[in-house]
């Protein structure tokens, strides 16, 4: 055909703009479905990878990790006290044990305040014998009303603890990485204001999770912890002696169970944003939701605790609540908006 006279090739027309793979057009640049899955794979190397570092990072650090498990339970010591007269006997730093007036046979003793004796070494003659000693100053731990020892009961207990540490640890220290790995790879083919929404789903969803856990650091599970220890001694329970694997599994399940629940408003505002939901249904729905959050409160409530269930249902019914305003005033902007538009114009 290229030797007939009559051929001519027809001339090649421009690209069109409007069908170009751009970043803001949307869509990177075209993979094959092999291209994609070795992508795939280096993606979830990276992130097995980074979970693996974070885990030798929590693993090695363990110690100070325990500590900062430990804060909260040490906040709820030092926040009670005792409301009655109790005989405290001390050796050292350590509290021997709290007993009250009319058990100790000491006579004179003070009914309405902690009494605390130490234990001090005296030479008696030729023989040292334990003399008791009354301390007018004694420490905090002392006029305490419960001093929780943490214990291993078991010849593997503390290799269970560490290992729960460094697998919560390592999992929370690599999620910024595995986000950023898992972003790398999704991002590309999306379109700019896909992108844009991704953006802002993302940085308000790791804002709600870490307000969530730090709500419970702080203010939540020092109440829990309180609560639980006066709920055992009312049921005529010591509450002085815990195990450790149970109380690391519980501070670290329910911070995490706390930061998934604090997504409520992210969740709700994305169904109103769709059209799903609105202000009016939002409304509706407040009674359905006041039993589903008690549901959610108690699959995520570690131990049961009835009143614990209760201290976590309610920062999420105001979530709920938020929502609802927030919903009411996007809808309000949006029928302002409507209502100055020309008839024509309007959706």
């Known amino acids: ?3 007939d006279p009559d051929y001519t090739l027809t001339p090649s027309l421009p690209p069109n703009p409007d069908f170009q793979d751009s970043d803001e057009a949307g869509g990177g640049p075209v993979k094959t479905f092999l291209e994609h899955l070795e992508d795939l794979r280096w993606t979830l190397i990276k992130c097995a990878v980074a979970v693996f570092l974070g885990f030798i990072l929590c693993l090695s650090g363990s110690n100070v990790v325990i500590q900062f498990l430990k804060w909260p339970l040490m906040v709820a010591e030092g926040m009670r006290h005792s409301t009655s007269g109790r005989v405290v006997f001390m050796l050292g730093t350590n509290v ?14 003070a009914t309405n ?18 003399k008791l000693q009354e301390d007018t100053n004694p420490p905090a731990i002392a006029t305490r009303s419960f001093d929780v020892q943490l214990k291993t009961l078991g010849p593997v207990t503390a290799f269970s603890v560490v290992m729960q540490i460094a697998m919560f640890g390592g999992i929370t220290v690599s999620i910024p990485f595995i986000l950023f790995f898992i972003a790398q790879f999704i991002l590309p083919a999306l379109h700019q ?4 929404f991704v953006y802002k789903v993302s940085g308000w969803a790791t804002f709600l999770f870490l307000m969530g856990v730090a709500f419970c650091y702080f ?4 109440i829990c912890l309180s609560t639980t220890v006066s709920f055992s001694n009312w049921l005529g329970f010591a509450a002085d002696e815990w195990k450790a694997d149970e109380y690391i599994s519980f501070v670290c399940w329910f911070m995490l169970g706390m930061g998934v629940a604090f997504q409520l408003p992210l969740v709700l505002l994305t169904l109103v944003k769709i ?17 589903a959050g008690l549901v959610i409160a ?9 009143l614990n269930m209760l201290l976590l249902f309610l920062p999420l019914h105001l979530l ?28």
């Open 1 to 3: 055909m290229a030797d």
């Open 298 to 306: 108690a699959f995520i409530t570690p131990d049961g605790n009835p």
């Open 219 to 222: 203010v939540l599970l020092v």
């Open 275 to 291: 059209g799903i939901l609105d202000a009016a249904k939002l409304s509706k729905f407040r009674s359905y939701w006041v039993v």
């Open 193 to 196: 204001h896909e992108k844009s």
């Open 320 to 347: 709920y609540e938020i929502s609802l305003v927030i919903a009411w005033w996007w809808g309000r902007k949006a029928a302002k908006a409507a209502a100055i538009l020309p008839p024509d114009e309007r959706a």
């Open 96 to 109: 021997l044990t709290r007993m009250t007036p009319n058990d100790s046979g000491i006579a004179g003793v």
């Open 113 to 130: 305040r902690d009494t605390v004796f130490r234990l001090a070494p005296t030479l008696v003659g030729t023989n040292l014998v334990l």
